[in-house]
Every structure is written in C-alpha cells, then in structure tokens.
C-alpha cells in the first residue's frame, strides 16, 4: 500500500528525509517549469529532468520498503507527463516500473498510458501483472482487454483481490464467465487445481446485475 508524505516522515530518518525534500523539490520545480513553459503540455522524449534521476535512487537514499511510495509521490509532484512516465516506466526495473503502475490513476492521462498496462500484462512478473489491474486498468481497459487481465492473474496466481473494482466490472458478464469456465475445464483436463479464485470471479460474472431503481 502506498503511504502518505506524514507517514513517510513518521517513518524515515533525518537523512531521507531531507534527501526526499529535496526530491520533491526539483519536481515541483520541473512541473512549474512546464507549466510555464507550455502550459503543461510535456517535455520532449529526450529531456530527463533531475527529478528522474532521483526516481531511479529512491530505494537506495529512502529503503526498498518506501520506494513504491517515494517513487509515486514525485510522479505526483511533478505531475509527470506521459514522455515522462513511459521514460521512466521503459527503462526502469521492475520495481521502478511497478511504481508507475500503480501511480496511473493519480497523473490525469486519461487513456494515454494503456500502452504501459498492456506491456505489463504480457510479462509473468506477478509484481508488474498486480500492478497493472489497479485503479487505471479498471477505468480505462476495454471489457475485452479486461476480461484477459483477470484471466492474467489467475494464469500468473495474482490473487483476484488485486484487481480494482472486480465486483463491479465483473458482475453480470456472461463473456467473462464463458472464459473462466473454458480457463477451468482447461485445467480440468491437464490434471490441474483450479484456482479458487476462478470460482470467486466466475460467481461474480453469473450473478445478475441489479435492476435500477426508479426515484420518487
């Protein structure tokens, strides 16, 4: 879980703390600076503001336990712009790139940054597949690409809880049951467990969708 800037000072010493103040810093600087400049707009694809650089060294000057954190509030800080955030998602580790993910839903892209969640979802790094079904997935993923997402984490064991509003997206979707019965015959026949979260996210898809109620 991502922790609030008060959490991360209750948490860290004096020297990560100023290290992460100063951070913060340069990119509210960066994103003043562009703002400015072009109202926002982004930087070019080769520009690297010095706040990415402190992005890469957040594990090292505040601990691999805050890094996510750290990491996710100087995206925010900076208002990152999409050269930025695929930059910094492309060339990253997998710890790097986990952050993003998880920061999508909080950097205003609207559907921009899809590309980055369906890269994700091609690997086998539950770390990266976990990320990928958050907040941003569940807005911007059309049901098709969806559908393969939840699939992703059964195939991968990422537990379903891991993606953002399942109960909702999920509900009522005679397709999304179809695969998930396929997924578990599949497994059926190959000798193998079927995960019991196919039975929780297929329960879901076969329950029918409330019928809306009329306002008096």
Excluded at 51 to 60: F, I, K
Excluded at 109 to 137: F, H, K, Q, S
Excluded at 199 to 208: G, M, Q, Y
Aim: aromatic share 4%.
């Amino acid at each position: 879980m991502l922790k609030s800037r008060k959490e991360l000072d209750a948490e860290l010493d004096g020297t990560a703390r100023a290290w992460l103040d100063g951070a913060l810093a340069e990119a509210a600087h960066d994103a003043t600076a562009r703002a400015q400049a072009d109202g926002g707009a982004g930087t070019t694809p080769y520009a690297s503001p010095p706040w990415e650089l402190r992005y890469a060294a957040a594990g090292r000057h505040c601990g691999p336990a805050h890094a996510d954190s750290v990491r996710s509030l100087l995206l925010i800080e900076a208002r990152a712009p999409l050269p930025s955030v695929t930059r910094l998602y492309e060339q990253g580790t997998a710890a790097e790139r986990r952050a993003v993910l998880l920061t999508l839903d909080r950097l205003g892209l609207g559907d921009r940054a899809l590309p980055l969640v369906e890269d994700a979802l091609r690997t086998n790094d539950t770390r990266l597949v976990a990320a990928a079904v958050g907040p941003y997935a569940a807005a911007h993923l059309d049901p098709h690409a969806w559908r393969h997402a939840v699939l992703k984490c059964l195939f991968t064991g990422v537990p379903v809880d891991a993606v953002a509003r399942l109960g909702e997206r999920a509900r009522g979707d005679a397709e999304l049951a179809r695969m998930l019965r396929d997924f578990a015959a599949e497994r059926t026949a190959a000798g193998r467990d079927v995960p019991a979260d196919l039975r929780t996210a297929l329960a879901l898809a076969l329950t029918t969708p409330a019928a809306p109620t009329e306002e008096s």
